[in-house]
């Protein structure tokens, strides 16, 4: 038997949502069963607003899962910003959760109303997720409104946006239906019932939508005039049972007991696990409870007929549960749900699939990620773990991302006695080859501290297994990850001890690329250009650095590629070259567009960091780079170069005991040379301006003495005129045991870096003017909305479409810097465009 419900149109309801959506953040807060879900779909769906909805569940605690969803909702209202979403990792941090706001902004487009909506928010309680919620609410677009439904009070800070009368709330008593709603919709379903009846029944439901529509059935299918409260207050399951499955087919109650086990309801998913399409569409007549969702083409069903079902699960057998399963992980898996994915594979305990996933992560994992995976073992002992070699490499993976070096070393020396006695296959060489690879990471890292550098034995060993062995490791899991310098020279140290560690680099690439898939190619070259260039030796450094680029381009080494465009951009920053300059710029910002480089954007924001800073312009950092509180998910010893940005960020700024106590924080991190010298060189002008020149004077004192060694000079020439102040007032006190012509050589360079800067200054500005010209179509289209013309007429004068006339006004609005169409012809007539 079909069932269906007739819907009540609440225009109560929906002149309440239409006021309210005005705000930027309307929190819904309801118990189940009062219809805000189906409340706010309706308005949705009768205005015609873009919609991303997210269904919130448990595993959105887990941030990459939250993100996969997040992703997913954002991408059924726009493709493009999806895409470009999807190459980012959860944006836990500040400059990651910026990033993905410029991505969001920049794509939407203007003067069009958008809603994302959070449904079941009470779900969510992980502080990692409800921080990137807080964030949304608190850094709100002007066309978009967030919805927060939730069945109680949700654990986000509402403080803030509600001080600032940015939100709206809707509560239970309006979400009620009222003594007349109920009248009507007992009407709409053909019930007939006296006054004093009505009342009774609006006494005990007190207007809880599903209490109301149960009353409805009760009285509808017993065919009795009277009304019966203990219907109403007797078991909800069992009147689901009586009014509803008694009248579905076995096939149909078995498949809607198997979508219990899931958490998805796209509408692809659903059709491959009934691998029947009548099934779907006999579930489509339960109307009261499931509907389909037109902005997630998707089904949603009520969370208490889904209780319900849950309760049933146990009349399925377990082949049955594993086939839904099993469909359920492969549609996730090829759909770009990994969290999902990974979870229904450990419930059918396929651990082939999981390592198929697990290997398209950065051989250094996300610390949430490695304990996700960690814990998975754990769980996993009996069914996969206990003496499986891939699991054995899963967890010594898991071990040193989370830098349990200690533990991990232990649990490498149980593991590699049994791999060698293995029979000799490729698998069994793979296995030694991971094993030697991560003891290698592990010893290097550790190197610089020990001055032992035993890496390389196993960087040898590792490359005669890459032989061996069938499997070759390719992206991400063959990017390094660097430090904040790739000379890792512990302070002081000598021109030997620089070369030295630099000729062992030159030495362990050609295994460690041989190893890796190309892992490191190009470092060496690195190496020379980072020092050469800190030598103040310009010419030698762009040599190496090409090079850098160049190798380190073929095998995709994203990480060591972006370090070597840093240094190229100081050095042409140095020129006053404006169109290098802009050149390198343009390649720094192509690489936001390779999804196998995981630093990406944190590593991005760093370099245009120091840039915007080198050149007045501190504003146009990255947000994140301006606090000393927020720090993003690079490993400890890479964080040197964010801090060195933020504290030049404070220094600029003139706010100098921030900058201070920001150089004095990197005190925990490793105390590489050169960042020992760009921290004290900054510390040492830092303590001039604060007028305490004998604080100053000592410290550069001990800043040359770490420099002069190694003839470093570049950290004082880029401070340009605040340098040249310093060394001027130090040439003029006696005593200094700094040399005078090295202090009247960094005076002049000093100053000559400054006038180059004032140079790049005037460039960029010319360069500024010549962006905001259109192209052809794009001029050709803006003429037209001058004119007064429509899209359409717009899409048949020029022989295109309208979706692509679409697309033009987007482009020209952002080339423009406009808000809408009547801006944009404005600011195109005042530059002379049309």
């Not at 890479?638 to 060195?644: D, G, I, Q, S």
Request: charged letters at 25%.
């Amino acid at each position: 038997m079909e069932l269906k419900i007739k819907y009540l149109e609440r225009h109560r309801i929906h002149r309440l949502l239409e006021k309210t959506v005005k705000n930027p953040i309307v929190s819904i807060i309801a118990g189940a069963g009062f219809g805000k879900t189906y409340a706010v779909y309706e308005f949705a769906k009768t205005s015609g607003i873009h919609t991303a909805w997210l269904q919130l569940s448990d595993r959105d605690n887990l941030g990459e899962r939250f993100w996969e969803n997040f992703v997913s909702a954002i991408n059924n209202i726009n493709t493009s910003i999806g895409e470009k979403l999807r190459k980012m990792e959860f944006p836990a941090t500040e400059q990651q959760f910026n990033r993905m706001l410029e991505i969001i902004k920049r794509e939407l487009i203007p003067n069009e109303k958008y809603l994302l909506v959070y449904d079941d928010l009470h779900l969510v309680y992980e502080p990692k997720v409800l921080r990137f919620l807080e964030n949304s609410i608190n850094n709100p677009f002007i066309n978009i409104t967030i919805l927060l439904l939730s069945r109680t009070e949700p654990a986000v800070n509402l403080d803030k946006i509600t001080s600032k009368k940015l939100l709206s709330r809707i509560t239970e008593n309006e979400l009620r239906f009222t003594h007349e709603e109920m009248l009507s919709y007992f009407k709409l379903e053909n019930i007939n019932l006296i006054p004093h009846i009505t009342s009774s029944i609006y006494k005990d439901t007190e207007g809880w939508a599903f209490a109301v529509h149960l009353a409805a059935r009760s009285l509808k299918n017993t065919d009795i005039v009277a009304y019966v409260p203990q219907a109403i207050r007797s078991n909800t399951f069992r009147l689901i049972e009586n009014e509803i499955i008694r009248y579905l087919s076995p096939s149909l109650r078995r498949f809607l007991i198997k979508l219990s086990l899931i958490e998805n309801y796209s509408l692809k998913l659903i059709e491959e696990i009934a691998a029947n399409t009548s099934l779907v569409k006999d579930m489509e007549g339960i109307s009261s409870f499931i509907r389909f969702d037109s902005y997630l083409n998707s089904y949603h069903i009520h969370q208490l007929f889904l209780d319900y079902l849950k309760e049933k699960q146990d009349e399925l057998t377990q082949e049955e549960k594993n086939d839904c399963w099993k469909r359920t992980a492969l549609w996730c898996k090829a759909n770009n749900r990994n969290i999902d994915a990974i979870t229904y594979f450990e419930k059918i305990k396929d651990y082939e699939n999981i390592i198929i996933i697990i290997d398209t992560y950065p051989l250094i994992l996300p610390e949430e990620l490695a304990n996700f995976i960690l814990a998975l073992l754990d769980r996993a002992k009996e069914d996969f773990t206990e003496g499986n070699p891939r699991a054995d490499v899963i967890r010594i993976r898991t071990l040193l991302s989370l830098g349990l070096f200690d533990e991990n070393r232990s649990e490498i020396a149980k593991f590699l006695p049994r791999f060698k006695s293995m029979p000799e296959t490729p698998a069994k060489h793979f296995y030694l080859l991971a094993s030697y690879i991560i003891l290698g990471i592990m010893d290097l890292i550790e190197s610089i501290y020990r001055k032992e550098y035993n890496f390389i034995s196993y960087f040898k060993k590792a490359a005669m297994e890459a032989k061996k062995s069938t499997y070759k490791i390719k992206a991400p899991l063959n990017g390094v990850v660097l430090n904040s310098y790739a000379c890792r020279v512990i302070a002081p140290a000598s021109m030997k001890d620089m070369e030295g560690y630099i000729s062992i680099m030159k030495e362990i690439v050609p295994y460690s690329a041989a190893a890796m898939g190309g892992c490191r190619y190009g470092l060496y070259e690195l190496n020379l250009g980072e020092l050469s260039f800190f030598r103040g030796r310009i010419k030698d450094a762009e040599n190496f650095l090409i090079q850098c680029i160049k190798k380190s381009g073929e095998k995709q080494q994203y990480e060591t590629e972006n370090r070597a465009l840093f240094y190229m951009l100081r050095i042409h920053v140095s020129r006053g070259s404006t169109e290098e300059t802009e050149k390198v710029l343009k390649q720094l910002e192509n690489e936001l567009e390779e999804s196998l480089f995981p630093n990406r954007y944190a590593y991005y924001d760093i370099v245009m960091g120091w840039y915007y800073i080198q050149l007045g312009k501190r504003e146009e950092a990255a947000a994140w780079l301006k606090n000393d509180y927020e720090e993003s998910e690079l490993h400890l010893e890479a964080r040197v170069l964010e801090k060195l940005i933020k504290a030049r960020y404070y220094y600029y700024g003139k706010r100098y005991p921030a900058a201070l106590a920001v150089i004095q924080s990197r005190k925990n991190i490793e105390p590489v040379i050169m960042g020992e010298i760009e921290m004290g060189v900054l510390e040492a002008v830092c303590l001039y301006r604060m007028s305490n020149r004998e604080a100053a004077f000592r410290t550069m004192e001990n800043v040359y003495n770490l420099a002069s060694p190694i003839d470093m000079v570049m950290p004082f020439i880029e401070l340009g005129k605040d340098m040249r102040a310093l060394t001027e007032a130090i040439i003029k006190e006696k005593g200094t045991l700094i040399p005078l012509d090295w202090l009247e050589d960094i005076r002049k360079r000093s100053m000559d870096y400054a006038k180059k800067i004032i140079t790049l200054k005037k460039g960029e500005l010319t360069g500024k003017n010549q962006k905001s010209i259109l192209s052809h179509r794009e001029l050709n289209v803006l003429t037209g909305l001058s004119r007064g013309l429509t899209r359409m007429e717009i899409a048949g004068t020029a022989s295109i479409s309208p979706n692509t006339v679409k697309s033009v006004i987007k482009s020209i609005y952002n080339k423009l810097g406009a808000n809408n169409q009547a801006d944009a012809v404005r600011i195109a007539s005042e530059e002379g465009l049309i």
